[in-house]
């Protein structure tokens, strides 16, 4: 199978040759590209938008976002109070209503509306693709029913993701489980909008879900599964370096291409004031040790957006990544673009350097590159076996999403061990990624 390895940090090479201030780990800004959605203009859409995520289909990319009904007041009316909605996309970047009339809400004068769901339900609903279709149908949700005493969670499944029978849904935990980490207050469990995410490199899912660790302290927790019917004790994520993190909502999905997660959390940059909102970015290899990018500790994402926004996951399109953002309180969703891959790099001066990947178990010579270089700048490559150079490229430059490397002597790889490594030796070239087999 084909790996796509984001240079995230430093983690994939060999550390020895890390200290060299001629190398840089970087993280490109995505581009804003447009707001694809201004203003709540019906009474069921309210003034509040929050728990939006994305899911991307083969004909369309698909925007859920729970709305507030301006008339409803918290305390009361829990059954009411939430509706999730969707707009969906064939380009990315002109959103649309559907036309539905799965349920009744208090704005009825058109006779149709694109609410999927009412309620309770709507505030803890995560749609993902199941391509294994262990429950008979492609889409599956795993929700929060906080209407029941105790409070428990629930799978079902849909063939469309439009049309849902919740009541035939089954349940998975309930609050007092023991498999379940226990925190505090009246929301101590299982909170707010909970990801779900199929690792298809392991082909093990991951529910990952918000719980409050203590007063003031939010964090994530996560269980995992391979049929989606016994799961795991519940483990608390581990944030490498950066505990004073304050994680709202667990926006995770696999990085495109890749066998490593990519989360997108709202951070509360000052305890208990939510107009402190930011959207950043966190790394894992695991799904359980989890970093931030080194340029972004306890940065924004995206430094030209206000605050209190969330960002809701990467969607890809015509060789971009599309990176969707909301602001909460003033019902915008923005879009953000950049390159497929070009997330992150590795960044070296126009002084030549060599830096070494740790052992691969490839299962082919193939290798693709995604890089940029500078005046002057190339990159080589060398592939290695037992630390020694077996075969190595022309000089490469330009500017390529997807190089195909040309091997001088077309060494083949014809061993399964973890001995083989490619060697890089860079000058003034930015390296955004790379493409390999593996087994």
């Known amino acids: 199978m084909k790996v796509t390895e984001p240079l995230f940090d430093h983690s994939f090479f060999d550390p020895s040759l890390l200290d060299n201030n001629n190398l840089k780990f970087g993280f490109t800004e995505p581009k804003l590209e447009k707001q694809v959605f201004g203003q709540n203009t019906r009474n069921y859409e309210g003034n509040y938008t929050f728990y939006s995520y994305i899911l991307q289909t083969d004909d369309s990319i698909n925007l859920f976002y729970n709305a507030k009904p301006k008339n409803i007041i918290f305390p009361g009316g829990i059954e009411n109070r939430a509706h999730l909605c969707l707009l969906n996309s064939q ?4 959103f649309t209503r559907p036309s539905f009339n799965f349920v009744k809400t208090n704005d009825d004068r058109l006779g149709y509306n694109n609410v999927l769901i009412k309620g309770f339900l709507a505030e803890n609903f995560p749609i993902f693709i199941d391509p294994q279709n262990l429950l008979g149908e492609k889409f599956v ?3 929060r029913v906080c209407n029941a005493k105790p409070e428990h969670i629930d799978i079902t ?16 935990f309930h609050m007092n489980d023991e498999l379940i980490l226990k925190g ?5 469990y299982v909170d707010t909008l909970s990801t779900t995410v199929f690792n298809p490199y392991n082909k093990t899912y991951y529910y990952f879900t918000r719980y409050n660790k203590f007063t003031g302290k939010r964090h994530i927790q996560y269980s995992t599964s391979k049929d989606l019917q016994i799961w795991s004790k519940f483990k608390e994520i581990n944030f490498v370096g950066h505990d004073k993190y304050n994680i709202y909502v667990p926006t995770i999905s696999m990085y495109p291409d890749s066998p490593y997660f990519i ?28 970093r931030t990018h ?16 969330i960002a809701t996951g990467i969607a890809i399109l015509n060789d971009f990544f599309y990176i969707y953002v909301v602001h909460v309180q ?8 950049i390159p497929k891959h070009r997330l992150f790099y590795l960044f070296c001066s126009n002084t030549t350097n060599t830096i070494t990947s740790l052992p691969l178990k490839l299962s082919s010579n193939s290798l693709t590159l995604n890089f940029k ?7 080589v490559v060398n592939l290695l076996y037992n630390n020694k150079i077996i075969d190595t490229s022309e000089k490469l430059y330009g500017n390529y999403t997807n190089c195909y490397v040309k091997w001088k002597n077309n060494h083949p790889v014809d061993s399964i061990d973890s001995k083989y490594s490619f060697q890089f030796i860079m000058n003034n070239v930015f390296l955004y990624s790379f493409t390999y087999d593996t087994f």
């Open 184 to 188: 505090f207050g009246w929301t101590n």
């Open 263 to 290: 989360g997108f959390p709202p951070v509360l940059a000052r305890e208990k004031d939510y107009s402190s909102f930011y959207a950043t970015i966190l790394f894992s290899k695991d799904g359980h040790t989890w």
């Open 141 to 143: 949700s795993i929700f």
């Open 373 to 379: 270089t500078n005046t002057d700048g190339f990159i």
């Open 157 to 172: 499944c849909s063939h469309d993701f439009r049309v849902w029978n919740t009541t035939k849904s089954k349940q998975l």
């Open 91 to 94: 380009n990315g970047l002109d």
């Open 294 to 309: 080194p340029t972004l500790k306890y940065n924004p994402l995206l430094k030209n957006i206000p605050s209190h926004c």
């Open 330 to 337: 003033k019902c915008e969703i923005y879009c953000y673009s």
